[in-house]
């Protein structure tokens, strides 16, 4: 008994539209990738940033809450005019110190949220990139699976897909502040 498999779609205009489809997607995908590869490169850069200077920021109050307890219990012990007399200086550096950190701090703190903040931005277009990765993927999946059933239908719904997904790509390049929060918080 002999069974002969046809190879041969019926439908070449399918077909057709299932390939164009393919490479159009897999292109922009590529592109994508690209992009969201330098750009999560950027977001490690600025987390390691923001880390820098919140440990900065936490060092330097670290310093002034040491430099001013250092203050007090040296002013509580020159009881004496000779120990009152010799701390003069010592508290005086105190003093200074106290002064520069309460300079420096409000000014670490803001460096340090401008980082994180930046990373939050950046953040939102990986985003964008991550769901226009997941739409075409499902595009494309979903157009081979039209070619085999020959479906017309899983092939529009697959353009319906791609479409999204290049949006979002698009929402990447242009940094546009699009951004699926549903899907994000169902999938993050």
């Not at 242009?174 to 993050?188: E, I, M, Q, R, Y």
Request: hydrophobic letters at 45%.
């Amino acid at each position: 008994m002999e069974v002969e498999v046809s190879a041969e779609a019926k439908d070449k205009k399918l077909n057709r539209a299932v390939a164009l489809t393919v490479v159009v997607l897999s292109i922009f995908t590529g592109l994508c990738n690209i992009k969201d590869g330098n750009l999560v490169q950027t977001m490690q850069q600025a987390k390691a940033d923001s880390v820098d200077s919140w440990n900065e920021y936490q060092a330097t109050r670290t310093k002034l809450h040491i430099s001013e307890t250092a203050r007090s219990e040296i002013a509580v012990l020159a009881t004496t005019p000779a120990t009152i007399e010799s701390s003069k200086a010592t508290l005086a550096q105190l003093d200074a110190d106290i002064a520069k950190y309460r300079r420096e701090t409000p000014k670490l703190k803001a460096q340090a949220q401008a980082q994180a903040d930046n990373y939050d931005a950046l953040n939102v277009h990986d985003d964008q990139f991550d769901a226009s990765e997941a739409a075409i993927s499902t595009a494309i999946a979903m157009a081979a699976v039209a070619a085999l059933a020959e479906s017309p239908m899983l092939l529009f719904g697959s353009w319906f897909f791609g479409a999204f997904g290049i949006f979002m790509g698009i929402c990447g390049f242009a940094k546009f502040g699009f951004h699926p929060d549903v899907l994000s918080n169902f999938l993050g």
